[in-house]
């Protein structure tokens, strides 16, 4: 398996902890832990680019998801894609939301994974399911790490 976290954002991340966050939430979702993953943490400019040219929407946003292969078989490994990740709107969410950056940076990256085989919220009912598996995921690992 090979997760490979990048920061050109210019912000401290946790960057060491992704690994192993991505290693249990693969892990939880019984992907093959030979798939290969990229995580990016990006400045804020360059992620309202990313945003305007690859979503058509104005402004920024905290994560975007860039599927790749999907396993046509369980346990197929596989090229999942790229995850990036604004440290910037992550850290304002999380003053919102009143937990750490860190916190909100390993929503983000679960979010960002749960998306990247499947998951939506287009509407509430999947929304509830994607947003619960997420923070499951994430606090299983918190509570193992």
């Known amino acids: 398996m090979t997760i490979e976290v990048t920061n050109t954002s210019g912000q401290l991340v946790p960057a060491t902890e992704m690994t192993s966050l991505m290693t249990h939430a693969m892990n939880a979702l019984e992907l093959n832990p030979e798939c290969d993953l990229n995580i990016a943490f990006v400045e804020d400019d360059y992620m ?11 402004g920024t946003t905290d994560v975007l ?11 197929e490994a596989v090229t999942l894609g ?7 709107v ?31 919220h287009a509407d509430k009912v999947e929304e509830k399911v994607m947003f619960d598996l ?3 995921i994430v606090t299983e690992w918190e509570k193992r790490s």
Request: proline letters at 8%.
């Open 65 to 75: 998801s860039f599927p790749m292969d999907m396993p046509e078989e369980p346990g």
């Open 82 to 88: 790229d995850i990036v990740i604004s440290p910037v």
């Open 48 to 58: 309202t680019e990313l945003h305007i040219k690859w979503m058509d929407e104005p």
């Open 134 to 136: 997420q923070e499951k």
């Open 90 to 120: 992550a850290a304002a969410q999380a003053l919102n939301q009143g937990h750490s950056t860190e916190h909100e940076i390993y929503i983000l990256a679960t979010h960002g994974l749960l998306h990247i085989i499947g998951y939506d």
